[in-house]
């Protein structure tokens, strides 16, 4: 995969996480359901920590700290990744994008803007927006990647 197109997913992947949570902080009532579909609504509200408010306790400079510790640590591994295995770079990209439109979030409003409730009757997930969903699914692309890699390189030899 071209450096160009993986820099255009993650350009990507930030522009459309800041425009939702920018609707989302302008247009949605906070901490009040706003029913999609059964099982999906709209919530907004606000993460003072990271993932799951884990860490909320710590100051948020030291919550930007830590998620700048992560991009770096995310780009390295992004740049060591030979080019041909696209489906780790387009996981990298999308990781960095939803990293980078968290810690602008953090940044300026001192917290992440969460929106996304996945829910039954009875039931309920954590809420997230769509940056959580970018790192997410970049995640299982490295994941998937790193398992397609070995399979393929035990059965050549």
Known sequence: ??????????ALAIGA?????????????????????????WFRTWNEGIAFSFLSFLNDWVLVAITVLIIVFVLWLWR???KSRWLSQTGFALVFGGA???????VFLGHVVDFIMVHTQTWSFAIFNLAD???TIGAACIVLDEVLYIYKSRKTT
Do not use: H
């Open 133 to 135: 969903s970018f790192i």
């Open 1 to 10: 995969m071209r450096k160009r197109t993986s820099g255009l997913i993650a």
């Open 100 to 106: 980078i439109g968290n810690l602008v979030d953090r």
């Open 80 to 82: 060591e990744t030979p």
């Open 17 to 41: 996480d800041l425009s939702v949570k920018n609707w989302v902080e302008t247009s949605l009532p906070f901490q009040e359901p706003v029913p999609v579909m059964p099982f999906l609504s």
